[in-house]
């Protein structure tokens, strides 16, 4: 559920830093897939957006955003963590809000695992999330996309 993410696109705000494996300092990625919510049953579309910027060479601080479009509108706000793995793998954690129509606000947190293949200037690849609240878990996979 989590368009909070690792490296799918990147834009080099230091037009003379490169790195082989396609990595830039900032970078902005959304992802769409489908999420299974264990407390509805049920699957729904989910899409995600992630923006965040490497603090070192394998860690970054960044934003994510993700909405699974169900009858409830469940939708996530978190700060995330991001962890670059290897050349084209990354994880993150997120903790945050988790707002659904007509209920209270509630703390949630996202783990997510990608990866991410350079296509040009662009990353593309797949995601697996797992989101947790008090008022509900879901698993989500897709694709995501760099730009």
């Given amino acids: 559920m989590m368009l909070v993410g ?20 900032v970078e ?9 919510s264990f407390s509805e049953k049920e699957v729904a579309p989910v899409l995600h957006l ?7 060479h394998h860690i970054g601080l960044g934003f994510g955003y993700e909405v699974i479009l169900d009858e409830h509108l469940h939708q996530a706000l978190h700060p995330s963590i991001h962890f670059h793995f290897l050349e084209k793998v990354h994880f993150s954690i997120g903790p945050g809000i988790l707002l ?9 947190t ?3 695992l990608g990866l991410g293949f350079p296509v040009g ?6 995601f697996a999330e797992y989101a947790w609240s008090r008022n509900d ?5 897709g694709l995501r996309v760099g730009f």
Avoid: C, Y
């Fill in 121 to 126: 200037r662009i990353k593309l690849g797949p």
């Fill in 50 to 56: 992630h923006v965040h910027k490497d603090l070192w």
């Fill in 6 to 25: 690792g490296p799918v696109f990147a834009q080099d705000s230091q037009k003379t830093v490169h790195n082989h494996d396609h990595h830039h300092p």
């Fill in 100 to 108: 659904i129509r007509d209920e209270p606000m509630a703390f949630s």
């Fill in 137 to 141: 878990q879901h698993v989500s996979a």
């Fill in 110 to 112: 996202h783990f997510e």
């Fill in 28 to 36: 902005i990625e959304l992802g769409a897939g489908a999420a299974w």
